[in-house]
T-cell receptor, first 115, second 114 residues
Framework: AQSVAQPEDQVNVAEGNPLTVKCTYS??????LFWYVQYPNRGLQFLLK??????LVKGSYGFEAEFNKSQTSFHLKKPSALVSDSALYFC?????????????FGGGTRLMVKP | DSGVTQTPKHLITATGQRVTLRCSPR?????VYWYQQSLDQGLQFLIQ???????AKGNILERFSAQQFPDLHSELNLSSLELGDSALYFC?????????????FGEGSRLTVL
């Protein structure tokens, strides 16, 4: 079985400050890791993914995430937050050893960026 | 715009009724996934179809069923509706055979059961 934990329901940060949204995962095989963002009344939008290779992955809108195998984490980061980054963020994992393509999502973290 | 189209966007119905949610995947995508998003359960995987065949099953109730048609659109049927079925239902699609690829989500169908 695969699972994802996002320990923070909400993260508050001031505009211009760095932000981190935390994610830890559990899979039996190789982890394929993803971050998605959801704006109000919209579907989920893909931000970035880690499949293999460099542990630091860069994605859309200036976001990046760092894969840490020993800590089974995949935290989302951005050097300088914007008010427009305020949204709901989901971490997701898929077992790379499995035949299916099903993603398991974390519970989501609401990011609030204040001016 | 993800290219995934879901209809209807909003649906209000009564307990005991049956509804059908429709999804058209991105052009060329053979896989379709259904997810349920509710406040207390988060995003729950329901079912996946690949080129018309069921590929994976998640926490889908027996009252729910789905299918994928030859033109690759998919329908999710929800019957004997209960208040707790009120949720946002998302459809997503992905490239054929690409299990390293991301999913592309529609904007969802919001179901309210009264």
């Amino acid at each position: 079985a695969q699972s994802v934990a996002q320990p923070e329901d909400q993260v508050n940060v001031a505009e211009g400050n760095p932000l981190t949204v935390k994610c830890t995962y559990s899979v039996s095989g190789n982890p394929y890791l993803f971050w998605y963002v959801q704006y109000p009344n919209r579907g989920l939008q893909f931000l970035l993914k880690y499949i293999t290779g460099d542990n630091l992955v860069k994605g859309s809108y200036g976001f990046e995430a760092e894969f840490n195998k020993s800590q089974t984490s995949f935290h989302l980061k951005k050097p300088s937050a914007l008010v427009s980054d305020s949204a709901l963020y989901f971490c997701a994992v898929r077992d790379g050893s499995g035949a299916g393509n099903m993603l398991t999502f974390g519970g989501g973290t609401r990011l609030m960026v204040k001016p | 715009d993800s290219g995934v189209t879901q209809t209807p966007k909003h649906l209000i119905t009564a307990t005991g009724q049956r509804v059908t949610l429709r999804c058209s995947p991105r052009s060329g995508d053979l896989s379709v996934y259904w997810y349920q998003q509710s406040l207390d359960q988060g995003l729950q995987f329901l079912i996946q179809y690949y080129n018309g065949e069921e590929r994976a099953k998640g926490n889908i109730l027996e009252r729910f069923s789905a299918q994928q048609f030859p033109d690759l659109h998919s329908e999710l049927n929800l019957s004997s509706l209960e208040l707790g079925d009120s949720a946002l239902y998302f459809c997503a699609s992905s490239e054929a055979g690409a299990n390293t690829g991301e999913l592309f989500f529609g904007e969802g169908s919001r179901l309210t059961v009264l």
